[in-house]
């Protein structure tokens, strides 16, 4: 059953459960089934149902194959509470599915949810010259298409007398560049449908920028906010076993507790990691998870993460460290009889890193997807993203500049950010530059003055026959083929012009 990849925008997991649904009505088999002596037509059992729905989410790009059995039959249990599936007998509303030979049906019409109209959010402008220039100000416009990134406009700076900037000017100028970067790799058409501005706060960008150790891991001033002592001994036990602390005492099993110990921990957290605030926001960023997409979802997590309390990101820092590591250790001991450990990995913690405050039916299976994502790619995603810095700080000396120097013409700084494309500009432009490269081979090959004549023709009689359109379109006719040699003068060696001239002087004494 195909699928389509639901884009980033506004209540992107609501448009999810809708398009399970429908894929799941229109693709699951219908049989005949004998039960209690009776016959029923068009159903199916429970465990025929997970077994199809479970690949469905598999090969699902907007899932992935990190999804479980269990996570299907918990899917399924809301669908029955939701009323996508029934009993034969017509009963639905509660999540007593299990995985067994009972009977369900698909109801006359299978319910979609309805997509909320949100009205738009009225803000008042702030009279901060920052503020004043409006972050979204240019999501429509020409210059934005055109990837263009300006902040500040020489106007703003003018009416304000050209005065100093404060450190708050400084950090919304963090949150500006931020900002817009990200709504252009999100390629939503604004990122007010999804984020509200006015709650980002930009000493979290700054700090998050700024305070990190050698490893790139946010140091904390404040150590109230940071791990407790026993739960980072017990996250380093985990991540570097068997090499742990020799003084700890160990016992069968011992690895067991200590992973108890931490998942408790995280679970018992008021809050997940991404916090409940940006819920949609990563969720739209899951819909950029594609394998032509890869390097834009990871720049799109580089800045979203940038937006956490530092207390959080430096948690998720650790905790993606510690669980990236212990998926790839061979020497890490089962910690659960029947699941792998990259599998119990994702699913003990997928919930502790991004949930929904009202609680979502999908939130579990986004939550995986996002999380194996992270775990694969965690050291580029919470690294320090260096073009960000150098944005900001040219913008901070260009406005500087204006302050010490009024009116001196100094051209405003300009930035070129990736931009999102689809498949097809991205196999065109492949395409392009492979054509431009072996162009440019062959013209080398034309010039070369230091290879023999043999030679030249033998390589560009290889180079004609593994790409005639590109040898082709240099040489379209076989004239201009054979006027590449046809100039070349023949000029004799002179030892054997001397030798000739010697005999033509004996002879004729």
């Given at each position: 059953m195909s699928s389509h990849i639901v884009t980033p925008g506004p209540y992107r997991a609501t448009k999810l459960w809708n398009e399970v649904t429908k894929l799941f009505r229109a693709g699951m088999p219908l049989k005949k089934h004998r039960q209690h002596f009776r016959v029923y037509m068009?159903?199916?059992t429970a465990s025929a149902a997970v077994d199809w729905l479970h690949e469905l989410l598999k090969n699902n790009s907007n899932f992935g194959p990190e999804v479980t059995r269990q996570q299907t039959i918990q899917l399924l249990k809301k669908f029955l509470k939701n009323h996508v599936i029934e009993d034969v007998k017509g009963r639905w509303g509660m999540e007593d599915l299990e995985d067994n030979s009972q009977l369900y049906r698909f109801p006359s019409t299978s319910p979609l949810k309805p997509i909320p109209n949100r009205a738009p959010v009225l803000r008042k402008k702030s009279r901060s010259m920052m503020d004043r220039e409006s972050f979204f100000k240019l999501r429509d416009s020409k210059k934005f298409d055109k990837e263009i990134l300006v902040i500040f406009v020489v106007s703003n700076v003018e009416t304000e007398h050209c005065r100093e900037l404060t450190e708050d000017d400084i950090q919304v100028i963090w949150k500006n560049v931020t900002l817009t970067h990200l709504q252009k790799l999100v390629g939503s058409g604004s990122l007010e449908d999804v984020l509200d501005p006015a709650q980002v706060n930009p000493q979290f960008i700054v700090y998050n920028m700024t305070k990190v150790n050698k490893h790139g891991v946010v140091s904390l001033e404040d150590k109230t906010d940071d791990l407790p002592h026993w739960v980072l001994s017990a996250m380093k036990c985990l991540a570097?076993?068997?090499?742990?602390d020799s003084n700890?005492?160990?016992?069968?099993?011992f690895e067991r507790d200590v992973f108890k110990t931490v998942s408790d921990y995280f679970y018992s957290l008021s809050q997940p990691l991404l916090t409940q605030q940006y819920?949609?926001?990563f969720v739209n960023i899951l819909g950029l998870l594609q394998p032509s997409q890869e390097r834009v979802a990871i720049e799109g997590l580089q800045l979203c993460t940038l937006l956490l309390p530092p207390a959080c990101r430096r948690k998720l820092q650790l905790l993606l460290r510690m669980i990236s590591r212990m998926s790839q250790n061979v020497d890490m001991p089962r910690l659960h009889d029947v699941i792998g450990t990259r599998t119990l990995l994702v699913q003990t913690f997928s919930r502790c890193v991004l949930?929904?405050?009202?609680?979502?039916?999908?939130?579990?299976?986004?939550a995986t997807r996002l999380l194996s994502f992270l775990m694969d790619h965690h050291q580029e995603v919470l690294q320090v993203p260096v073009y960000l810095r150098n944005a900001v700080e040219d913008h901070i000396s260009y406005l500087k500049s204006l302050t010490t120097h009024p009116g001196s013409g100094v051209a405003m700084p300009t930035y070129s950010f990736c931009r999102q494309i689809s498949t097809q500009e991205f196999e065109e432009q492949k395409l392009s530059v492979s054509q431009t490269a072996l162009a440019d081979l062959?013209?080398?090959l034309i010039k070369d003055k230091t290879m023999s004549v043999k030679e030249k023709k033998k390589k560009l009689k290889l180079f004609q026959k593994e790409y005639p359109d590109i040898y082709s379109r240099h040489f379209p006719?076989?004239?201009s083929e054979a006027q590449l040699f046809a100039d070349k003068p023949k000029i004799k060696p002179p030892m054997l012009l001397s030798i000739k001239k010697a005999r033509t002087f004996s002879i004729r004494n």
């Open positions: 068009n159903c199916f570097n076993w068997p090499k742990y700890q005492s160990s016992y069968p099993g819920y949609e926001l949930s929904c405050e009202e609680v979502d039916d999908l939130d579990e299976l986004l062959l013209e080398s006719t076989t004239e």
